[in-house]
T-cell receptor, first 115, second 120 residues
Framework: AQKITQTQPGMFVQEKEAVTLDCTYD???????LFWYKQPSSGEMIFLIYQGSYDQQNATEGRYSLNFQKARKSANLVISASQLGDSAMYFCAMREGPTGNQFYFGTGTSLTVIP | GAGVSQSPSNKVTEKGKDVELRCDPI?????LYWYRQSLGQGLEFLIYFQGNSAPDKSGLPSDRFSAERTGGSVSTLTIQRTQQEDSAVYLC??????????????????FGPGTRLTVL
Protein backbone atom coordinates (compact mmCIF):
# COMPACT_ATOMS: atom_id res chain seq x y z
CA ALA A 1 0.00 0.00 0.00
CA GLN A 2 1.10 3.54 -0.69
CA LYS A 3 2.31 5.35 2.39
CA ILE A 4 1.17 8.73 1.06
CA THR A 5 -1.62 9.26 -1.44
CA GLN A 6 -2.39 12.50 -3.20
CA THR A 7 -5.35 11.98 -5.48
CA GLN A 8 -5.43 15.38 -7.18
CA PRO A 9 -2.84 15.59 -9.96
CA GLY A 10 -3.93 19.14 -10.79
CA MET A 11 -5.99 21.83 -9.13
CA PHE A 12 -7.10 25.29 -10.14
CA VAL A 13 -8.13 28.08 -7.80
CA GLN A 14 -9.17 31.67 -8.30
CA GLU A 15 -6.87 34.26 -6.81
CA LYS A 16 -7.89 35.24 -3.25
CA GLU A 17 -9.96 32.08 -2.83
CA ALA A 18 -9.09 29.22 -0.46
CA VAL A 19 -8.06 25.79 -1.73
CA THR A 20 -7.67 22.38 -0.10
CA LEU A 21 -5.08 19.88 -1.29
CA ASP A 22 -5.81 16.33 -0.22
CA CYS A 23 -3.42 13.90 1.39
CA THR A 24 -4.07 10.54 3.00
CA TYR A 25 -1.46 8.40 4.68
CA ASP A 26 -0.96 4.85 5.82
CA UNK A 27 1.00 3.85 8.87
CA UNK A 28 0.65 1.60 11.88
CA UNK A 29 3.25 3.57 13.80
CA UNK A 30 1.72 5.66 16.63
CA UNK A 31 4.48 8.27 16.26
CA UNK A 32 4.78 10.04 12.95
CA UNK A 33 5.06 13.44 11.38
CA LEU A 34 3.26 14.81 8.38
CA PHE A 35 4.78 17.51 6.18
CA TRP A 36 3.87 19.64 3.22
CA TYR A 37 6.38 21.00 0.75
CA LYS A 38 6.00 23.44 -2.12
CA GLN A 39 8.03 23.06 -5.30
CA PRO A 40 7.81 26.03 -7.66
CA SER A 41 9.00 25.80 -11.23
CA SER A 42 12.48 26.76 -10.04
CA GLY A 43 12.73 23.27 -8.57
CA GLU A 44 13.57 23.98 -4.95
CA MET A 45 11.59 22.15 -2.28
CA ILE A 46 10.26 24.59 0.29
CA PHE A 47 9.06 23.35 3.66
CA LEU A 48 5.63 24.75 4.49
CA ILE A 49 4.13 23.09 7.54
CA TYR A 50 4.19 19.98 9.67
CA GLN A 51 1.91 18.12 12.05
CA GLY A 52 3.00 15.63 14.67
CA SER A 53 0.77 12.65 15.32
CA TYR A 54 0.41 13.59 18.99
CA ASP A 55 -0.40 17.22 18.33
CA GLN A 56 -3.84 18.08 19.63
CA GLN A 57 -4.39 21.09 17.44
CA ASN A 58 -4.14 21.52 13.69
CA ALA A 59 -0.94 23.19 12.59
CA THR A 60 -1.05 26.66 11.08
CA GLU A 61 1.63 28.76 9.42
CA GLY A 62 0.43 32.05 8.03
CA ARG A 63 -1.92 31.30 5.15
CA TYR A 64 -1.25 27.56 5.43
CA SER A 65 -3.14 25.27 7.73
CA LEU A 66 -3.17 21.51 7.99
CA ASN A 67 -6.53 19.83 8.44
CA PHE A 68 -5.44 16.78 10.45
CA GLN A 69 -8.04 14.05 10.82
CA LYS A 70 -6.26 11.25 12.57
CA ALA A 71 -9.06 8.69 12.49
CA ARG A 72 -9.42 9.15 8.74
CA LYS A 73 -5.64 9.28 8.27
CA SER A 74 -5.86 12.47 6.30
CA ALA A 75 -3.68 15.58 6.42
CA ASN A 76 -5.07 18.04 3.96
CA LEU A 77 -3.35 21.35 3.27
CA VAL A 78 -5.53 24.43 3.21
CA ILE A 79 -4.20 27.56 1.55
CA SER A 80 -6.26 30.63 2.30
CA ALA A 81 -6.40 33.77 0.15
CA SER A 82 -4.50 32.19 -2.76
CA GLN A 83 -1.87 34.28 -4.51
CA LEU A 84 -0.38 33.94 -7.97
CA GLY A 85 2.90 32.95 -6.34
CA ASP A 86 1.21 29.90 -4.84
CA SER A 87 1.20 28.24 -8.27
CA ALA A 88 3.50 25.25 -7.81
CA MET A 89 3.67 21.53 -7.12
CA TYR A 90 2.74 20.56 -3.58
CA PHE A 91 4.00 17.38 -1.96
CA CYS A 92 2.70 15.71 1.15
CA ALA A 93 5.21 13.63 3.11
CA MET A 94 5.34 11.46 6.19
CA ARG A 95 8.10 10.31 8.48
CA GLU A 96 7.40 7.43 10.80
CA GLY A 97 8.76 7.52 14.31
CA PRO A 98 11.18 5.16 15.99
CA THR A 99 11.41 2.64 13.20
CA GLY A 100 11.50 5.03 10.29
CA ASN A 101 14.47 6.44 8.45
CA GLN A 102 12.69 7.44 5.32
CA PHE A 103 10.41 10.27 4.47
CA TYR A 104 7.63 9.03 2.20
CA PHE A 105 6.44 11.48 -0.41
CA GLY A 106 3.23 11.58 -2.39
CA THR A 107 3.12 12.08 -6.14
CA GLY A 108 2.24 15.73 -5.76
CA THR A 109 -0.54 18.10 -6.74
CA SER A 110 0.00 20.83 -9.28
CA LEU A 111 -1.78 23.99 -8.16
CA THR A 112 -2.51 26.79 -10.59
CA VAL A 113 -3.81 30.10 -9.29
CA ILE A 114 -5.92 31.95 -11.84
CA PRO A 115 -5.94 35.75 -11.76
CA GLY B 1 21.83 30.93 8.59
CA ALA B 2 23.05 29.13 5.48
CA GLY B 3 20.79 26.50 4.03
CA VAL B 4 21.64 23.25 2.32
CA SER B 5 23.93 23.77 -0.65
CA GLN B 6 24.58 21.45 -3.57
CA SER B 7 27.10 21.49 -6.37
CA PRO B 8 27.19 21.56 -9.26
CA SER B 9 23.80 23.03 -10.03
CA ASN B 10 23.89 21.46 -13.48
CA LYS B 11 25.94 18.58 -14.81
CA VAL B 12 25.98 17.29 -18.36
CA THR B 13 27.92 14.11 -18.96
CA GLU B 14 28.33 11.41 -21.54
CA LYS B 15 26.97 7.94 -21.09
CA GLY B 16 29.49 5.72 -19.34
CA LYS B 17 31.25 8.49 -17.42
CA ASP B 18 31.33 8.74 -13.64
CA VAL B 19 29.88 11.76 -11.85
CA GLU B 20 30.11 13.11 -8.32
CA LEU B 21 27.44 15.27 -6.76
CA ARG B 22 28.11 17.19 -3.59
CA CYS B 23 25.85 18.20 -0.70
CA ASP B 24 26.72 20.51 2.15
CA PRO B 25 24.04 20.24 4.86
CA ILE B 26 22.91 22.84 7.36
CA UNK B 27 25.48 23.17 10.11
CA UNK B 28 24.60 21.00 13.08
CA UNK B 29 22.19 18.77 11.21
CA UNK B 30 23.04 15.14 11.82
CA UNK B 31 20.68 13.57 9.30
CA LEU B 32 21.23 13.80 5.55
CA TYR B 33 19.12 12.39 2.71
CA TRP B 34 19.56 11.99 -1.03
CA TYR B 35 16.59 11.83 -3.39
CA ARG B 36 16.14 11.59 -7.13
CA GLN B 37 13.37 13.36 -8.98
CA SER B 38 12.77 12.52 -12.61
CA LEU B 39 10.99 15.03 -14.82
CA GLY B 40 7.44 15.58 -13.63
CA GLN B 41 7.69 12.88 -11.01
CA GLY B 42 7.75 12.68 -7.24
CA LEU B 43 10.77 12.09 -5.05
CA GLU B 44 12.55 8.77 -5.01
CA PHE B 45 14.48 8.07 -1.81
CA LEU B 46 18.08 7.00 -2.39
CA ILE B 47 20.06 6.98 0.85
CA TYR B 48 19.97 8.29 4.42
CA PHE B 49 22.81 9.13 6.83
CA GLN B 50 22.29 9.64 10.54
CA GLY B 51 25.29 10.67 12.58
CA ASN B 52 27.87 7.90 12.77
CA SER B 53 25.37 5.11 12.16
CA ALA B 54 25.57 2.89 9.12
CA PRO B 55 23.68 4.56 6.25
CA ASP B 56 20.34 3.29 5.02
CA LYS B 57 21.12 2.43 1.39
CA SER B 58 17.86 0.69 0.68
CA GLY B 59 16.82 3.18 -2.01
CA LEU B 60 19.92 3.02 -4.19
CA PRO B 61 18.72 1.70 -7.58
CA SER B 62 21.87 -0.20 -8.52
CA ASP B 63 25.45 -0.82 -7.44
CA ARG B 64 26.52 1.98 -9.77
CA PHE B 65 25.25 4.37 -7.11
CA SER B 66 27.17 5.02 -3.91
CA ALA B 67 27.38 7.79 -1.36
CA GLU B 68 29.59 8.74 1.50
CA ARG B 69 29.50 11.33 4.20
CA THR B 70 32.80 12.51 5.54
CA GLY B 71 33.15 13.82 9.07
CA GLY B 72 29.40 13.76 9.57
CA SER B 73 28.98 16.77 7.31
CA VAL B 74 29.53 16.97 3.54
CA SER B 75 28.17 14.14 1.45
CA THR B 76 29.08 12.98 -2.03
CA LEU B 77 26.80 10.92 -4.26
CA THR B 78 28.72 9.05 -6.94
CA ILE B 79 27.18 7.51 -10.02
CA GLN B 80 29.49 5.25 -11.99
CA ARG B 81 29.11 4.40 -15.66
CA THR B 82 26.17 6.77 -16.04
CA GLN B 83 23.20 5.75 -18.14
CA GLN B 84 20.62 7.95 -19.83
CA GLU B 85 17.98 6.84 -17.33
CA ASP B 86 20.09 8.43 -14.58
CA SER B 87 19.12 11.85 -15.95
CA ALA B 88 17.16 13.57 -13.19
CA VAL B 89 17.40 16.20 -10.50
CA TYR B 90 19.25 14.94 -7.46
CA LEU B 91 18.07 16.57 -4.26
CA CYS B 92 19.82 16.57 -0.93
CA UNK B 93 18.10 17.36 2.35
CA UNK B 94 19.25 17.62 5.94
CA UNK B 95 17.40 17.58 9.22
CA UNK B 96 18.38 18.15 12.84
CA UNK B 97 18.07 14.43 13.56
CA UNK B 98 17.62 14.89 17.28
CA UNK B 99 16.63 11.81 19.24
CA UNK B 100 13.29 13.24 20.30
CA UNK B 101 12.33 14.52 16.87
CA UNK B 102 13.38 11.26 15.25
CA UNK B 103 11.38 9.27 17.78
CA UNK B 104 8.21 11.23 17.22
CA UNK B 105 8.70 11.49 13.48
CA UNK B 106 8.68 15.27 13.56
CA UNK B 107 12.19 15.75 12.21
CA UNK B 108 11.82 18.39 9.48
CA UNK B 109 13.86 18.13 6.31
CA UNK B 110 15.29 21.15 4.54
CA PHE B 111 16.24 20.75 0.92
CA GLY B 112 19.05 22.04 -1.21
CA PRO B 113 18.47 23.50 -4.67
CA GLY B 114 19.34 20.24 -6.39
CA THR B 115 21.72 19.14 -9.11
CA ARG B 116 20.25 18.63 -12.56
CA LEU B 117 22.07 15.72 -14.18
CA THR B 118 21.79 15.15 -17.90
CA VAL B 119 23.36 12.05 -19.41
CA LEU B 120 23.78 12.25 -23.16
Amino acid sequence: AQKITQTQPGMFVQEKEAVTLDCTYDTSDPSYGLFWYKQPSSGEMIFLIYQGSYDQQNATEGRYSLNFQKARKSANLVISASQLGDSAMYFCAMREGPTGNQFYFGTGTSLTVIP
Amino acid sequence: GAGVSQSPSNKVTEKGKDVELRCDPISGHTALYWYRQSLGQGLEFLIYFQGNSAPDKSGLPSDRFSAERTGGSVSTLTIQRTQQEDSAVYLCASSPGTVQESYYGTDTQYFGPGTRLTVL
